[in-house]
Every structure is written in structure tokens, then in C-alpha cells.
């Protein structure tokens, strides 16, 4: 079985070369890390060949997330490294902005047992974090191979993924037979995996881990970076502000489409659009200019001024959670277009009337909690969005209250973090007292 995963997955990479050639000309993208993913990392990440603990989050979601048990995890085993991998390039980007604790990053690498095997020699893991659903059979194969603990956090199996899933079970049991531990972020996924094949005493339901990677408004790290970010933004507060954030392909000229007519019914409005990924960046712009709004990108924006321009897109990484500060009405992108939506937290936590489309498949039972608790408006057209960004605009009472049931719901459902690190624990005992100037860790097995 392993050996035709291997050779498919050979296979799926050379036919993927023209793409990584296209992207590697057109974006820049890979170039640099191409001997990381094919499992050559520089020795000096590890020099001292330390035990550590190797957190794998896939791109900027799964990245913000894992900072809520990074630090922590850094705190409870002090002896061993903390490295944190991404497949993405903004992934690595946000990793290494906001994993202070973190003693290395790398990018992960291609599940092939000969690659995996170099990556292993060099990080030498004694815990292995998968965040969400990231399953790979070879490397969890030498995991166990190697004694090595392996536990998914903050694991979901989307209603899209799982008849995939299906398709493939009894690879699928074999391989969810090799984790040690499932947290998962609720029933639902707990009952997909147990249909997968994963055995049901592995699985504890945590939560979603999300609510607890949110600092708090006026946290010090949040204040620290707002600030900063921020000042680029001086909106006086009688300008009504537009967020559309995370926004894919066909739904930024939706946005644009539906800010035509709020110009009309608001004055002097700004709509801040954030493409998901980079490389959209200069068709968002191209977009709005054709659309005939004066349009600047946020890395030309002046600092300590309110934007001279109907539209900004922001052209930066990281920056997005910041911005929600300033925001009247926000829209959540990858949900209008059948993506699977994207985080609606961020600026749920800042008390703001959050809006998305009917694709919510990635974070279903968080969607559903917002609805539930009338804390978010969900649009199923164009002109749905544009209907209920008026409706938010204009009506200063009813914003107000979805944006005080989204912040309560958040506080609400934090708890995930510590189930997770009691659940990490349970594999990886936590050092014992310190013994005079000696500290004893006991086996983690």
C-alpha cells in the first residue's frame, strides 16, 4: 500500500512540475525552498541535534492557530526544541512573525520515506503536531517507526473532503491508525474519522482551538502590532469602512460591484479588499481602477493619515486581523465562490457585524454557532451582500448588536487550548519538579 502511495506521489509531482515552473517564474514562488521540501535542511537548525517537539500548521490559518499552544508548549518542555514547518510561502511568513517561541522554521516536505527520513535525522522529534487534518502517510509511518508521538490539533474533516475521503478508506484506516491522539473541533468530525477508521478512544472533541488563538482586544502582542499597522489607517469615525478580507477569485469584483451603489447611500465610504493570495493582488487592483474608484495598495499608503482613496488593497501579509479594527462592516471571503470560507473570528473578537456567503464548508460548526446566536449575517448572492452591507451601514442598532453577539460567542468558546495541552500531555509527560540544580524527564512512552 505504501509503496503505490509513494510511486502516485512521484508521479503527481512530476506532472505537477510545469505548475511549479509557472509559479516559480511568474510568482517567485518555491525556488528558494525547493531543498527543504525535498528534505535537505540546513544543519545549523539543529546543530546540537536536540529532541524537540515539531509543529506542522499548513498555511496562515492553521499557522494563527498554532501560536495559541506554541508558547505554552515552549513553557511545559523547556528541554526540548519547538520547530514549526508550513507548505506555504505567506504560511513561513506568518509563522516567523508570530512564533517568538519557536527555535527554527523549515518548509515541510515531500511525503516520500527516503525525504522524510533526512527531515527526521535533522528535527529529531519526540512529538509530532499535525494542525487540522494534515495526514501523510509515510512520515507518520516512520513516526511510528521511530517511537515518535503523533497528535492532530484542532482537527476538522469538511463535509466537501470527507466522501473523498471515503473513497479511499481502507488506506485512509490504516493510516489514522498510526496517530495517537485526534482533537477535534466536534462531533462531527469525531464521527467522520471513526467512520474513516480511526479508532474512537483516540479522539477527544476540544472545540475549536481558533477562539483561544485570538489575543484579546488590548492584549499586549495585539496592541503592539495594531499599533503599528494601524496608523496607516486614521479613519475618523464618521467614514464608514468596508472590509472584505480573504477574498478569492470572482468575489472581490462582487465587493467591488456592491460599493457602487453603498456610494451612493453613504458618504465618503472606504472599502479595504484583501486578496487570500498574493499573486491576485494586481488583478484586485487592475479591477477597481477599471471600476473607476481611485484605488492605492496598502504598501503605498502614507503613514499617519486617513486613505486618500475610494479602495485600498492590502498588499501585506499579516496585517488583516489589525485592520478589522477599523472596519463598520466586514465580509469574509472564500464564501460567495464554493472555497469553503474562511475565518470569521478575527474580527469577530472586535465586536464587528460580520457577513459571509453559503460555501462555510472549513468552519461549518463555527458558521452555524454565529447563526444560531445572531451574531453574523449570512448572503447567498451579490445582491444579498449588497443589501446587508446597506443594512449594517445604515443602521447603527442593529450593527451594534451583531457585533456585540459575535464578541460574547468568542469569549464564550474559549477552552480549547488547554483540553489540547492536556491532551499533549497525556503523550508527552511533562518534565518532573526539578531535583536540586537537575531537572528529570521521564519517557514519553
Not at 526544541?81 to 511568513?93: A, C, D, H, I, K
Amino acid at each position: 500500500m505504501y509503496v503505490v502511495y509513494s510511486l502516485a506521489t512521484v508521479i503527481l509531482f512530476f506532472l505537477a512540475l510545469p505548475y511549479f515552473a509557472y509559479q516559480a517564474v511568474r510568482y517567485k514562488k518555491y525556488v528558494g525552498n525547493l531543498r527543504q521540501r525535498l528534505g535537505f535542511l540546513p544543519l545549523s537548525l539543529n546543530l546540537d541535534r536536540d529532541e524537540s517537539i515539531w509543529i506542522h500548521a499548513v498555511s496562515v490559518g492553521e499557522a494563527l492557530t498554532a501560536r495559541a499552544i506554541a508558547g505554552e508548549l515552549k513553557a511545559r518542555y523547556p528541554r526540548l526544541r519547538l520547530f514549526v514547518s508550513t507548505t506555504t510561502m505567506t504560511g513561513q511568513e506568518v509563522a516567523r512573525k508570530h512564533f517568538q517561541a519557536a527555535d527554527g522554521f523549515f518548509y515541510f516536505p515531500l511525503d516520500l520515506p527516503f525525504i522524510v527520513d533526512r527531515v527526521l535525522d535533522v528535527v529529531r522529534p519526540k512529538l509530532f503536531v499535525m494542525m487540522e487534518t494534515e495526514i501523510w502517510p509515510n512520515l507518520l509511518r516512520r513516526c511510528r517507526d521511530r517511537g515518535i508521538k503523533t497528535i492532530v490539533i484542532n482537527g476538522r474533516i469538511s463535509t466537501r473532503s470527507f466522501p473523498r475521503y471515503k473513497l479511499v478508506r481502507p488506506l485512509f484506516r490504516r493510516v489514522l491508525g498510526l496517530v495517537d491522539r485526534f482533537c477535534v473541533q466536534g462531533e462531527e468530525t469525531a464521527g467522520r474519522l471513526v467512520d474513516l477508521g480511526a479508532p474512537r478512544e483516540r479522539i477527544t472533541i476540544t472545540g475549536s482551538l481558533k477562539f483561544d488563538s485570538l489575543q484579546p482586544v488590548g492584549g499586549a502582542g495585539l496592541a503592539r502590532g495594531a499599533d503599528r499597522v494601524l496608523r496607516f489607517f486614521l479613519v475618523p469615525p464618521t467614514r464608514p469602512v468596508i472590509v472584505a478580507g480573504s477574498t478569492m477569485p470572482g468575489e472581490s469584483e462582487i465587493v467591488l460591484g456592491c460599493f457602487e451603489r453603498i456610494r451612493t447611500l453613504t458618504k465618503n465610504p472606504l472599502l479595504v479588499i484583501a486578496p487570500r493570495k498574493p499573486e491576485h493582488f494586481d488583478a484586485v487592483e487592475a479591477a477597481s481602477r477599471q471600476a473607476g474608484f481611485r484605488t492605492v495598495r496598502r504598501s503605498a499608503l502614507a503613514i499617519d493619515e486617513d486613505p486618500r482613496a475610494d479602495v485600498v488593497v492590502l498588499d501585506t501579509i499579516g496585517e488583516l486581523a489589525h485592520i478589522y479594527q477599523v472596519a463598520t462592516a466586514v465580509f469574509v471571503g472564500g464564501s460567495l465562490v464554493d472555497v469553503g470560507g474562511h475565518n470569521i473570528l478575527e474580527p469577530a473578537i472586535h465586536g464587528k457585524a460580520v457577513l459571509f456567503g453559503p460555501y462555510m464548508q472549513n468552519f461549518a460548526e463555527i458558521a452555524a454557532s454565529f447563526l444560531e446566536q445572531h451574531a453574523a449575517v449570512q448572503v447567498f448572492s451579490a445582491r444579498e451582500l449588497e443589501d446587508a452591507l446597506i443594512d449594517v451601514l445604515t443602521n447603527r442598532e442593529r450593527r451594534e448588536r451583531l457585533g456585540e453577539a459575535a464578541r460574547q460567542l468568542v469569549e464564550a468558546n474559549r477552552g480549547a487550548k488547554q483540553r489540547s495541552l492536556d491532551a499533549i500531555a497525556g503523550l508527552l509527560p511533562l518534565p518532573t519538579p526539578a531535583v536540586g540544580n537537575v531537572l528529570a524527564f521521564p519517557s514519553a512512552r
